[in-house]
Every structure is written in C-alpha cells, then in structure tokens.
C-alpha cells in the first residue's frame, strides 16, 4: 500500500503556513519569500515594480515560467494556488488591459491581502477567487493560459489538478508551472509528514511520474527546465540532497 499523508492534516497545516506567509513573511520558513526569490529565478525586475509590493514581499514561488507561457495582450489565465497575488499582478501587466487574470487560492488571509492589494492599486483586470486547484471554480473552456508556482506538489492528487486544468483551457490552450518534483521517490515518512508536505517537500512526484499526469490529463509536454532555486533549512537541505528534490518550469499544451 502507498503511504499517504492525512488529507485533513495536511490542509490545516498548508493555511496555517501561508496565513503566515502572507501576515509574517518575514518569519521562519523552510523557503525564502519575497523580492530577491524572484529575481533570482528569472523574474524581471522592471516589470516586478507592477507589482504592489506588499504582494511581493510574500512571494514563494519556486521557478519562472512566463517565457514559456509567452502570454500576449488580451489573453485569459487562470493561476492555480494564487496567494498574495504576485504571479496574478505580474501576469495582468503581460496581458494588458483587455485580458484577465484569474487567482485561486483556499486560504482566507492571501485572499483578502490580495484581494486589498488589487482594490488599493486599482487594477481592476484581475480577480480572486476562493477554491481548490484540484475542482476550479471556472468554466469550462475559458482560459488561454493556466499558470502555477511551486503549489501543485502541495495537494495530493495532481492529476485531478492537471485534469481541472485542461478542462478550463481553450482547445489548444497552455499549461505553464514551475513546482517541486524528486529524482528518487520519498520515504513514508516523510510522505506522511505533514509539516513536509506543507513546506513544499513531502508532496514532491517523481519528475516522471509528475509528467506522465501531465500527459494522462490531455497535455503534451513542450518544455522542461531546471530552476536556480534553494530550500534554506536544514531538514529541508537534507531531503533535496537525499532525494534530488528541486524545482522545475514546465510548459505544456492541451491536446484538444
């Protein structure tokens, strides 16, 4: 039998960690948050100053993926796991004023923060709305573009999160991520840990076995690369070295 973590377990303690990220991002975490994260990995720093940086400063992204998500002027995306709205803002200034951003997220004080950040900055092009990633709250065939930062490895069925996500495309849509996948599968214990899963470690796929439910969801896998990022604990350091825990970008195409 495949050892699994407690459902209920694990969604408590992911809204409690990023309760904290978006009310204390400069807390403890097993992660580094905010500005320099992002710069890092790729984001642009002139177009990052469109981004209210209070939504900035709780950027916990893993990876960079909107050179190959190549969103264009009036286009729809819909971002899985959308937090204090970073990747949203960024994404609303690629796509202009006649496209739209759609977050997700099920975690009460990221809504609101971003939420307050996009009323105070007056974007208006943008939108957040409370749901899992695994059952979206959108319909069918709408999007251009589904995008997603270091939150899919957080839920435990990715491949009912790929399938929402081909559901909501337009024929010929695309699928742009960046998250956490292994080398070599976890132990159960650390499968089992909650608190790993929550810090973006214990959920981590095998890269093939991520891939393959791309693909078994109606994808076809265009592009992988290999991200400049780093877990900054201890425990953490240990899994990625043990395990060949990393982050990826992905870009993918529905097949329909």
């Known amino acids: 039998m495949t050892a699994t973590v407690d459902t209920d377990q694990l969604e408590a303690k992911v809204k409690d960690m990023y ?33 209210p940086p209070d939504a900035l ?16 002027a009036g286009e729809t ?7 204090s709205g ?3 803002f960024y994404a609303a200034s690629l796509v202009g004023a006649t496209g739209r951003v759609i977050g997700i ?20 092009t943008v939108e957040f709305r409370e749901g899992r990633i695994e059952a979206l709250p959108v319909p069918d065939s709408t999007a251009d573009c589904v995008i997603s930062n270091g939150v899919i490895n957080l839920c435990p069925d990715k491949r009912a999160v790929f399938t929402e996500a081909a559901r909501v495309l337009r024929p010929g849509g695309r699928l742009a991520v960046a998250d956490i996948v292994s080398e070599q599968a976890l132990t159960d214990a ?5 608190d790993l899963w929550a810090s973006c470690i214990g959920g981590a796929a095998q890269q093939d076995q991520y891939l393959d439910a791309i693909e078994s969801s109606g994808f076809v896998v265009d592009q992988i690369r290999e991200n400049a990022y780093q ?26």
């Open 105 to 124: 997220d099920f975690t009460p004080e990221q809504l609101e923060k971003a939420r307050r950040l996009a009323a105070a900055s007056g974007i208006s």
């Open 231 to 256: 877990f900054i604990s201890e425990q953490a350091r240990r899994a990625s070295a043990t395990y060949g825990v990393k982050s990826i970008s992905v870009l993918a195409t529905t097949t329909t």
């Open 19 to 51: 309760r904290h990220v978006a009310q204390q991002p400069d807390g403890p975490f097993h992660f580094e948050l905010g500005e320099q994260v992002a710069l890092r990995v790729g984001y642009a720093a002139d177009r990052l100053t469109t981004v």
């Open 77 to 83: 995306v819909v971002d899985l796991g959308s937090g």
């Open 57 to 72: 400063e709780s950027f916990a992204g893993v990876g960079y993926f909107f050179d190959l998500a190549y969103l264009v």
């Open 190 to 194: 650390i499968v089992c840990n909650a």
């Open 86 to 88: 970073t990747d949203v």
